[in-house]
């Protein structure tokens, strides 16, 4: 069955540091491999996703911020990646003025969302979101279908979680949106850390089947990658990490064309 075009996915965690973009990016470029059409959308002021592909800042003519602030046709923002079949919008430090500028915007909620129903062509869109429940954030959620959650593999993982889980809820309800949380994902975990399986175990058995069978391992290679502007699956592709993410990949479009049926 040929997927609903467009199906948009926000990668987001009030928590800083949690893998969230790097899991935006690597399972886009595992996606994108597949042969889907991807668009990965920065959305954090802070340019991660749009370093890690490797767009630095010199070459972001269009951002996320002149789509959401300066109202410019979102197509205009979209750029090719290096990585065959993915796409992305790109940000830089502007877009932390966004929330300010946009305050006594009347649909300032749904800036990203009506800008996204222009864009075509696409199958999967990711929104690296940044670590904050703010108006970036909340363009995010309204813009999208569903909210996939990356948990680092530690003790404090579950923290925050009700706090987005209530966001999402809100959203949904103020929108008459179908929002919904895809899953959580735990990242960075050592399998040598006693700690990380209990954490394991834990989030297992709080959240059930919301919890990817895919567990991204701390590898050095994926902190790596960034800095050469490159995906894991360039960077390391028989590692580890890169195994990993095309595992992610793969569960994300069964669990995704489960939902569909
Ligand atoms: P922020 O909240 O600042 O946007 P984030 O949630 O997007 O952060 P990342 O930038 O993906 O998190 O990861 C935080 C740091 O940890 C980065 O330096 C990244 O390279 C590194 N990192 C992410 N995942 C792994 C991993 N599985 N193994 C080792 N290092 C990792
Ligand atoms: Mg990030």
Known sequence: MRVKLKRIVSIANQKGGVGKTTTAINMAAAIATKGHKVLVI?????????????????NREYTAYDVLVDGIDINEAIIKTHVKNLSLITSNTDLSSADAELMNDKGRLIKLRNAIEKVKGFDYVFIDCPPSLNLLTINAFAASDSVLVPLQSEFYALEGLSQLILTVREVREALGTSLFIDGVVLTMFDKRVKLAQQVEVDVRDNLKD??????????VRLSEAPSYGETILEYDASGRGAEAYVSLGAEFLRRDKVKQR
Not at 210 to 219: E, W
């Open 42 to 58: 920065d959305l954090d002021p802070q340019g991660n996703a749009s370093t890690g592909l490797g767009i630095s800042p010199d």
């Open 210 to 219: 919301l919890v990817y069978k895919t567990i991204i391992p701390r590898t």
